[in-house]
Each structure stands twice: as structure tokens, then as C-alpha cells.
């Protein structure tokens, strides 16, 4: 019976893998992959609200400015 405590044995139990953890780790990082994939369309997706979100405060800003003239002129010419 050999000895498993012997530096060389355990090294080689560590740093060799079976099969079943080949596997377990191409599942992880697939899973990961995906994760990283739903990550990043939310992230594009948040990104282009946000930017339409400004794109219409900006329009609106735009109206209200044309508003407030137009109803400032027509109050000048009927008094």
C-alpha cells in the first residue's frame, strides 16, 4: 500500500482533473458566457431608454420654448 501523503502524489491528485470536472467546468463557463450576454443587453437596452429619455426631455424644452413665445407675442399684440 502506498503512501498518499507523499508531496508528488498529492500534487498530482491536485493538479489533475477527471472528465466530470471537464465537464462541470465547460458548464460554468457556458453559463457565465450567457450571463455575461444578458448582461450586456440589459445594460444596451438601459443605455437607449436613457438616451431617448433625454431626447424627448429635449423636445419637450424645445416646444415649451416655442410655446412661451408664441403666447408672449400674441399677448403683446392684443393689448
Do not use: C, H
Not at 502506498?2 to 465537464?23: F, H, L, Q, R, Y
Not at 444578458?38 to 429619455?53: N, R, S
Amino acid at each position: 500500500m502506498e503512501n498518499a501523503s507523499i508531496p508528488s502524489n498529492v500534487w498530482n491528485n491536485v493538479t489533475t482533473s477527471s472528465s466530470k470536472d471537464d465537464d462541470d467546468d465547460a458548464q460554468s463557463l457556458y453559463l457565465a458566457n450567457i450571463r455575461d450576454l444578458a448582461l450586456k443587453i440589459i445594460y444596451i437596452i438601459i443605455g437607449t431608454v436613457g438616451v431617448l429619455d433625454n431626447l424627448f426631455v429635449l423636445i419637450i424644452f424645445a416646444l415649451f420654448i416655442k410655446i412661451t413665445d408664441k403666447v408672449s407675442q400674441s399677448v403683446y399684440i392684443v393689448t
